[in-house]
């Protein structure tokens, strides 16, 4: 059997090498914000502002090494019941570092396409404002997909999903006998399915992509908070996946 590429930590002056068998889609569960704000003594909610600077890092090194696609599970339909100052605090974070994207030349030189997945009417009006500016601004790009699920829960994606294809099939544009996985996968929030999965701070999926990551390879950090999620981790993840036997069930 012919050996795998393998991934070298290099610095940004020093790219890093794109070996064919890099995955092509990550999801992350960003967990471990709070945690570590409370480590250094401050209000919980002010270790979000440090897991928001982590997101940036990872696109940059994702570009290192060629990943063409990137999923951030970053706020669920559960995180809504945080207390108001806390959630106040993430909405205006969330709005703040969203406009300075927007104004980032880089996106458009990239060809970055920003999407944001789940049940965004659920949110602020100024918060849905942003991610619309976004995702119509980046939509024709092509060269990299950046997907944040906020509001996002993998029950509701499915059932969702599921009232996609009823009504499809009371207004006769789609026969039941052409219901399959393939159909279903089209009326999700999104088809593509994450090779590599990773989870920092606690060990479970928590309801993240539940159809797509059937058969992810998903890499479990307990014991690293997000915000402590560094290069070296991103790499060694990298790597893990190389040496892992994708056999899709065969």
Not at 28 to 43: P, Q
Request: hydrophobic share 35%; charged share 30%.
């Amino acid at each position: 059997m012919k050996k795998k590429s393998s991934v070298s930590n290099k610095t940004s002056e020093n790219p890093v090498a794109v070996p064919s068998s890099v995955p092509k889609h990550i999801g992350i569960i960003l967990d471990g914000n709070r945690r570590f704000a409370k480590r250094l003594m401050l209000k919980p909610w002010k270790g979000h502002e440090w897991g928001a600077g982590k997101v940036k890092k990872v696109l940059e090194w994702s570009d290192r090494i060629g990943i063409k696609e990137i999923t951030f599970y970053t706020f669920s339909l559960e995180n809504f019941n945080r207390p108001k100052r806390e959630f106040d605090y993430l909405m205006n974070l969330f709005v703040k570092e969203a406009k300075e994207i927007s104004k980032d030349p880089k996106i458009m030189e990239k060809g970055l396409k920003i999407s944001f997945i789940g049940k965004l009417n659920l949110f602020p009006k100024k918060v849905q404002e942003v991610m619309n500016l976004l995702m119509e601004k980046t939509k024709n790009n092509n060269k990299k997909i950046v997907n944040f699920a906020m509001a996002y829960s993998g029950r509701a994606e499915i059932i969702d999903a599921a009232k996609k294809v009823a009504e499809q099939v009371r207004q006769g544009k789609l026969d039941i006998s052409q219901i399959n996985e393939e159909t279903f996968s089209k009326n999700l929030y999104i088809e593509s399915e994450p090779d590599l999965i990773i989870r920092t701070s606690e060990s479970r999926l928590s309801g993240f992509l539940p159809y797509q990551s059937v058969y992810s390879e998903i890499i479990f950090l307990p014991n690293k908070l997000w915000p402590e999620f560094e290069e070296q981790d991103f790499i060694n993840c990298i790597k893990e996946y190389q040496h892992r036997q994708r056999r899709f069930g065969k």
